[in-house]
């Protein structure tokens, strides 16, 4: 980090806790074990360890609560963590496992989409700067091709982005807004109603799915009970776009009910609802773990096809609006000359 803060940064909770969990599989407690990691590190870890071991030690803040203020876990995975000591090592190394899912479908077409998009727009706004030299250009090559003295030149063969320019700002600035615009909408809709996504990028719950049960698994851990952690996840900022399934899920445990149907209504991928009515018939927790693995494995096998596809696409896609404006702009010289 640039500045010390009394926050860790995400690397230096990662660093942290993979060291922890080598002390709490001997047995120590997790204040033990982050006190003895704190005097293996020197600088802002150490300084921020210490903050956390005052407040639980001495101002009698639950660790979990202590935890989430100096960043050594975030909203997800301080529900998963309680006083007791009893599995706390288990914990720990699920949410170690925890972090390793998540946010590779944005990342796969972040970057597919990324190189077409830079390209086009740096292309509209080289144009813009250029579209007066050539214009001037073309022009001139016209009027010297003109054998008759006093002959007007016909000028309707050069294109309108050239005589106005502004319209190649228009466009540039328009692709700059609609990158943007598309970026924050996704956003909103995944924070506030996440089916929404699911029914149109059919591929992000597999990228969810793990993620979101394993949080899950983690809390059980903790002996947090299903409706409570059905009520824990409704709560979770990250998941407050699927905060009315969990509701709907705390009452199909209340009720009795079969819980595959809701999955179903927030557009979960239909295999993953085979493999859960499969399961349906034993508890919900029985299942988790071939639910997890499934997700996983489908979330891999989609994204290997993505990574495929795309690259194949992006061999052309980001030379499209380069070639048209050179081809253009070859045949307006061409015309020019005759």
């Known amino acids: 980090m640039l500045f010390n803060t009394n926050k860790l940064s995400k690397s230096e909770s990662d660093t942290v806790l993979a060291t922890a969990i080598t002390f709490l599989n001997d047995g120590k407690s997790l204040m033990a074990s982050l006190n003895f990691t704190g005097q293996i590190f020197e600088g802002n870890i150490q300084k921020v360890l210490l903050l956390l071991e005052d407040d639980f030690t001495n101002n009698s803040v639950p660790m979990a609560d202590a935890c989430l203020t100096y960043g050594l876990l ?3 995975e301080a529900p998963m963590l309680v006083s007791k000591e009893s599995k706390t090592a288990t914990i720990i190394e699920t949410i170690i496992d925890l972090r390793k899912y998540g946010s590779n479908y944005e990342k796969i077409l972040l970057s597919s989409l990324r ?5 086009a727009i740096v292309t509209f706004f080289a144009m813009y700067y250029y579209a007066d030299t050539m214009y001037a250009e073309i022009l001139d090559i016209k009027i010297s091709s003109i054998k008759e003295a006093y002959t007007k030149p016909d000028l309707s063969f050069i294109s309108s982005y050239l005589t106005n320019k502004n319209i190649l700002l228009y466009w540039g600035i328009s692709l700059i807004f609609l990158t943007i615009s598309s970026i924050f909408t996704y956003s909103y809709f995944y924070k506030t109603n996440r089916s929404i996504i699911y029914k149109i990028f059919k591929k992000k719950p597999y990228d969810d799915t793990p993620k979101m049960f394993k949080l899950m698994i983690g809390m059980r851990l903790s002996n947090i009970d299903t409706i409570n952690i059905y009520r824990k996840m409704k709560d979770i900022p990250h998941y407050s776009g699927l905060s009315s399934m969990f509701a709907e899920l705390e009452e199909c445990v209340i009720n009795n009910e079969k819980y595959s149907p809701i999955f179903q ?11 859960m009515k499969s399961k349906e018939d034993n508890e919900f927790w ?9 997700s996983t494995q489908r979330a891999d096998t989609e994204f290997a096809k993505m990574k495929a596809m795309w690259g194949t696409i992006n061999m052309f896609l980001p030379w499209i609006v380069p070639f048209y404006f050179m081809f253009d702009i070859g045949v307006m010289y061409m015309l020019a000359a005759k």
């Open 265 to 275: 209504q927030y557009n979960f991928p239909k295999d993953i609802i085979l493999t």
């Open 286 to 294: 029985d299942g988790i773990e071939s639910l997890i693995a499934f």
């Open 115 to 119: 190189s077409p998009i830079l390209i």
């Open 74 to 76: 975030n909203e997800e």
